[in-house]
């Protein structure tokens, strides 16, 4: 019997590539030498314990999936018929406790066994991690000559991810995407075993999303009538997304990249639409901020907060914060005029007492704050110490954030950003390089460690975890699934067995994890993600073979 960890698998030679085929990779496993198939047409998959209907909807989920995948890996496109020493007789799960909560404390481990006898065992103690188990198990099914196998059996893996936070952002302002993709989106996620989609539904170009308290935000600011999330349809999205174990946070960006509101409310703005000059008071095109000493400005957030934290159910609410230019205030003539009355006064000053309404009204509504790390860094509010700081800005903005107490997600743009490397988008410039190049090769993502700089427990303990971030300049549903794989599943990977120590050689562990990324693409593809390849096929059926030599 081989026995297999995460940390062994690390540096592991292609011949143990045979026994570590899942992704992301389990915690510990051990496996046999023998194999059992599939016989019929038919899975019985039944509850010990605790059930309810996300359980059973998933328990149909995967039924379906096992019954109807054909998956060969690509490494078997040569192999011999396998031969069976027994055949699956069913599945059984059993969940320790009832509570189908979905946040930071959801318990998300498993065990899995799988017996030479055939009998296949899921354990867990919430529904949660035995739907990770029941991923885990599909996963292990192959096909072979037309029959449906396990190798390697008997099996036993016990599992539990690193970090509570494994995220996917999707910008879906910029460029639209249909429910349809966003559906696919989280499936892919289910199958990564991510568990936040972390929604950037609005930004300067457009509101996509209804509005109740002012329809006019969708009915000027949307691309079109068709290009809507109503209600229903952000319902609908964070049902599915719940039935796959996967959280839906929502990001209202203020009170910088707001130019679309001005298109209902200008009254409540400041810098809107400057041109030619507007990279004097925006980071991209449109310019436009809420006016932060408008009462109706304050009124438009509170308003804005209590209606999409009715809707989005999620206890986590991100507020923005990002890539506020002052520039944009210090010309604004209203502004202007009460610091000319009110000396002791700054733009910061307003500014920190508009992000303390934003908390506070946060609070009011049972929500905890979200933020990207600008107003925090830069002195200019002072978030609630419950506050999650997301760290974009340079990997050491983890360390900074945790040193001040906060908790912290990870999204350094130098290992996160998935849509970099794809040259400029403003329409006169033919020769520049986007400013976040290069392209983030899964490897490299693979590569990223956010407890670098972190030795302490307890402020480990605070790096929730990470997410990887596609902004949609360049990107729709029509190659959402090319842009966000297989390159996301490394951070989910990273995200649920840990990084790579920091003592390893990580050209072998990206090496060692080649074969797997590249099967799970096929796997992908299998379920109608149109993900990219990583590697000439040649390579992904010859592991190894495509290194570079050693100098």
């Known amino acids: 019997m081989v026995k297999i960890s995460s940390l062994l698998v690390i540096g592991a030679t292609i011949a143990q590539y045979s026994f570590a085929s899942l992704w992301p990779i389990p915690k510990v496993f051990t496996t046999g030498c023998t194999n059992i198939d599939l016989p019929s047409s038919c899975l019985e998959i039944t509850v010990d314990g605790c059930s309810n209907d996300i359980l059973d909807r998933a328990i ?38 009832e509570n189908i909560n979905l946040d930071l404390q959801t318990d998300e481990s498993y065990t899995l066994t799988v017996s030479q006898n055939g009998t296949i065992a899921i354990n867990a103690q919430s529904t949660f991690g035995a739907i990770r188990g029941l991923e885990t198990l599909s996963q292990l099914f192959i096909s072979n000559q037309g029959r449906k196998f ?35 989106t989280l499936d892919a996620m289910s199958y990564s075993k991510m568990n936040v989609f972390r929604w950037h539904i609005v930004d300067s170009q457009s509101w996509p999303v209804e509005s109740k308290f002012d329809p006019r935000l969708n009915a000027l600011g949307a691309y079109g009538p068709d290009m809507i999330y109503t209600h229903k349809d952000v319902t609908d999205i964070i049902s599915y997304a719940r039935d796959r174990g996967i959280r839906v946070i929502p990001e209202f960006d203020m009170p910088g ?30 310019s436009g901020q809420l006016n932060i000493i408008k009462p109706g400005a304050y009124s438009f957030v509170n308003k804005l907060i209590a209606e999409y934290s009715s809707l989005f159910t999620d206890n986590v609410f991100h507020v923005g914060g990002d890539e506020v230019n002052l520039n944009c205030w210090e010309k604004d003539p209203d502004i202007m ?21 934003i908390y506070a009204n946060l609070k009011v509504n049972n929500k905890t704050g979200m933020c990207w790390e600008e107003s925090l860094m830069e002195g200019i509010a002072n978030p609630p110490k419950d506050t999650i700081i997301q760290a974009w800005i340079d990997p050491k903005s983890v360390v900074s954030a945790v040193e001040k107490g906060y908790r912290v997600v990870a999204a350094p743009y130098s290992y996160s950003y998935l849509d970099c490397g794809h040259g400029q988008w403003l329409s006169n410039l033919y020769n520049g390089t986007s400013w976040c190049d290069p392209f983030k090769f899964w490897g490299h993502i693979y590569s990223y460690n956010p407890y670098v700089n972190i030795t302490t427990p307890e402020k480990r303990a605070l790096v929730l975890g990470g997410e990887v971030n596609l902004w949609s300049e360049q990107s729709d549903d029509v190659i959402v699934d090319k842009m966000l794989w297989p390159r996301a599943a490394a951070a989910g990977e990273l995200y649920w067995k840990g990084p790579v120590d920091e003592n390893a050689d990580m050209s072998e562990a990206v090496e060692s994890a080649s074969p797997r990324i590249n099967e799970f693409r096929f796997r992908l593809l299998g379920r109608g993600i149109n993900a990219e390849p990583t590697q000439p096929l040649w390579c992904v059926r010859n592991p190894g073979k495509c290194a570079l030599p050693p100098s």
């Open 150 to 184: 396990i190798k390697n059996v008997p099996i036993n893996i016990q599992d539990s991810p690193v970090f509570k936070h494994r995220g996917l952002m999707l910008d879906t302002s910029r460029n639209f995407y249909s429910i349809a993709s966003i559906k696919r």
């Open 337 to 357: 005029a009460y610091l000319a009355q009110n000396s002791t006064d700054s733009v910061k000053s307003i500014l920190g007492r508009f992000y303390a309404n």
């Open 257 to 286: 990249h707001t130019y679309i509101v001005g298109l209902s409310n200008p009254e409540i703005m400041s810098c809107l639409n400057f041109l030619p000059d507007w990279d004097k008071y925006a980071a991209e095109p449109p």
């Open 60 to 97: 149909d989920r995967y039924t379906d999936l096992i019954l109807n995948e054909n998956f060969k890996p690509p490494l078997d496109y040569n192999i011999a018929p396998l031969q069976a020493s027994g055949s699956v007789q069913g599945v059984t799960i059993s969940v320790a406790t």
